[in-house]
């Protein structure tokens, strides 16, 4: 089963109105492989949606970083599914690790934001991930189960989810996990895919790698047969973007 490489990139808190033009001019003006050969997904915070989505070329998707697990009401500062939806975003992303730790989200809440959202027929990139406690512990494969199986708990079709491994020891610090450390976990990723969900999903799923991609790591990575792209932070803000984006076809050519 060919896997479709997938690109996102993570604007996390970060941009004024002209830096965001700025920023998708220098999309809109880049000579990146086909719609066929890569799925490019940027996601900027949500005052800037209806700009990014209104100037961005068609080719390429935006996605809302986080949504609320449940229909919109009496839930002062959130967003919902709903209205993500009725602005025409088809992608969010759910579990990023600096909610699971500055916002105290359980692996449940996450499972049930995936859920909720996939019932409104949004996209979802879940991101699961260790912190460096964790892997240095040898606790990796059990946490990122675990964080997998909450989700799995409350979805059953899998097609509309994208899984991120972002080692949040490797998130915004500079470290990266090796080529052969990213493979490893997405290979167990996988299995425990196969072994607790089917195995059509464990072929078809996109399993993506996050913690400090930029433009001279991302080809080697891309390399890694289980590396099916990445989620991309502060380089997705810069030009090397676009090498990001370029390096699926690492991909095609293996």
């Known amino acids: 089963m060919v896997r479709k490489f997938f690109v996102g990139g993570n604007w996390k808190c970060n941009g004024t109105g002209e830096e965001v033009k700025k920023i998708?001019?220098?999309?809109?003006?880049a000579e990146v492989p086909s719609e066929d050969v890569v799925e490019v997904v940027v996601s900027p915070p949500f005052v800037f949606l209806p700009l990014v989505k209104s100037l961005l070329r068609s080719d390429f998707h935006v996605?809302?970083?986080n949504c609320w697990v449940r229909k919109g009401g009496a839930f002062t500062g959130e967003v919902?599914?709903?209205?993500?939806?009725?602005?025409?975003?088809?992608?969010v992303i759910l579990g990023h690790s600096e909610r699971r730790a500055?916002?105290?989200?359980?692996?449940?809440f996450v499972g049930d934001k995936v859920a909720y959202a996939l019932s409104q027929g949004l996209k979802v990139i879940a991101c699961v991930g260790e912190t460096l406690e964790q892997?240095?512990?040898?606790s990796t494969v059990a946490v990122v189960a675990a964080q997998t199986k909450a989700i799995a708990d409350k979805v059953s079709n899998w097609e509309n989810v994208v899984l991120a491994y972002e080692p949040v020891w490797a998130i915004g610090t500079g470290k990266v996990a090796t080529p052969v450390q990213a493979q490893e976990v997405h290979v167990e990723l996988r299995k425990w895919l196969h072994n607790n969900v089917g195995a059509d999903v464990a072929a078809s799923t996109r399993i993506i790698y996050g913690g400090s991609v930029n433009g001279a790591n991302c080809k080697e990575l891309a390399t890694k047969p289980d590396v099916d792209g990445f989620l991309v932070g502060g380089a997705s803000l810069k030009p090397e973007f676009i090498d990001i984006i370029k390096s699926a076809t690492v991909k095609k050519n293996h």
């Open 24 to 29: 998708v001019t220098t999309l809109n003006e």
């Open 63 to 65: 996605s809302a970083q």
């Open 80 to 91: 919902s599914a709903e209205m993500l939806v009725n602005l025409g975003i088809p992608w």
């Open 102 to 108: 500055l916002l105290n989200e359980s692996n449940e």
């Open 135 to 138: 892997r240095e512990s040898g």
